[in-house]
């Protein structure tokens, strides 16, 4: 792997926050409560009432001294509109764009910057899966449309997601803005430590060059002596990962899946995914479809250790996105997970191998369709690297 690897920290302290009205409100506080900094790594961002509270907390920031840095994706703002861009610009805040399109980049286009980190005054950070869109948060509305998780960090740990997104900034002055400088750290995933209090590790990914963030999960699955819990809400797993969870169900070991149900923003993507049902149900994985809302959240819990963050874990993110997960062993904020994923499996219908054999043609047809669209194209792919 090239690039730098972070070690385990500990003396962190980590909160769990579940859905828009939650977090959004804990992260537009700690804006407006720096003194000196900050910054913001952000995938999606659409003009609305969730942008216009955020944007506001930015700019104010700006206009009272404190220097206020957005690293946004350039494909993932397209609906940020002008009015609102200006807005940011002249309060002072610094911006920089990833990877604009530009056509004569062709497949170049595929990449993207997926992560979603925000850091102030290089004491707190907050990371998860959220996007800047009314569909996460909506001030007219008690609940969110889609279901998403942060966390909210404190310790030393933020100084390693400081270098992280310090690493990506400069990065976007280059022409190759995502295959950024290698930086001197450790040459190998740390062994994790035994379970405490507060011990946490940024795990992340760089497009193709640097797959941590996938090689740490790996390593867990294949430990994992009690549970696997994983919540994704597109499932298009690598093989080495369906084959982790096979082999773990076959040993014992509680393995659930938390899936998107009807609810989703990509139909086909759901659809291409439903290939992997029978060999995993066969195996004794449990499979559960969220059905209240459209579940975003990325978590994996394996036995003590979690990974939370912006990574599916799918081949289209591992190909092409930036992506970054808080990786964690500590008891109170496992806790923490554990309660979360009980209530959503409750809110969850499981899949059961025999309906599922049984299902109408119509939804077969669909379910072949997009599962070899997807095939094609991943085939293509690694006939072009």
């Avoid at 977090?23 to 216009?52: H, K, N, W």
């Avoid at 499979?287 to 289209?316: A, M, T």
């Amino acid at each position: 792997m090239a690039g730098l690897i972070f070690n385990w920290r500990q003396g962190n302290r980590f909160t769990l926050l579940s859905d828009g009205p939650e977090f959004f409100p804990r992260m537009i506080d700690a804006i407006d409560s720096a003194r000196q900094q900050v910054e913001f790594e952000l995938y999606l961002i659409e003009s609305g009432t969730c942008a216009d509270q955020v944007l506001r907390a930015l700019c104010d920031a700006a206009q009272r001294g404190v220097t206020v840095r957005c690293l946004f994706d350039a494909y993932g703002a397209q609906a940020l509109t002008k009015a609102d861009r200006a807005l940011l610009s002249n309060a002072g805040v610094e911006m920089r764009w990833y990877n604009p399109i530009r056509w004569r980049r062709g497949i170049r286009n595929f990449y993207r910057d997926h992560r979603k980190l925000l850091l102030t005054d290089g004491r707190l950070a907050f990371v998860g899966g959220a996007g800047v869109t009314d569909d996460f948060w909506c001030t007219d509305n008690p609940e969110s449309a889609w279901h998403e998780t942060m966390v909210e960090i404190d310790g030393p740990l933020v100084e390693d997601w400081q270098q992280l997104f310090e690493r990506q900034w400069q990065a976007c002055n280059t022409r190759l803005s995502w295959r950024p400088s290698a930086t001197a750290g450790l040459n190998r995933l740390p062994v994790s430590p035994p379970v405490g209090v507060g011990l946490g590790r940024v795990a992340y990914a760089d497009a193709k060059q640097h797959r941590d963030i996938l090689q740490s999960m790996v390593r867990a699955l294949q430990s994992a002596e009690g549970r696997i819990w994983f919540a994704t809400p597109y499932f298009l797993p690598t093989w080495k990962v369906r084959r982790a969870l096979r082999k773990a169900a076959a040993r014992g070991v509680d393995v659930r899946l938390l899936l998107s149900g009807r609810r989703t923003d990509h139909q086909p993507v759901r659809l291409a995914g439903h290939r992997y049902y029978p060999r995993l149900l066969r195996a004794g994985v449990q499979i559960f479809e969220y059905q209240p809302r459209f579940s975003h959240q990325k978590i994996v819990l394996v036995d003590q250790w979690v990974s939370i963050g912006s990574c599916n874990f799918d081949h289209w993110n591992l190909r092409f996105n930036l992506d970054a997960n808080l990786e964690a062993l500590d008891k109170p904020f496992t806790q923490a997970i554990v309660d979360r994923l009980t209530a959503d499996f409750a809110d969850s219908r499981q899949v059961d191998l025999d309906l599922w054999l049984a299902r109408p043609l119509w939804k077969r047809l669909q379910q072949r369709l997009w599962g070899w669209i997807d095939r094609i194209a991943v085939n293509l792919l690694d006939r072009r690297r």
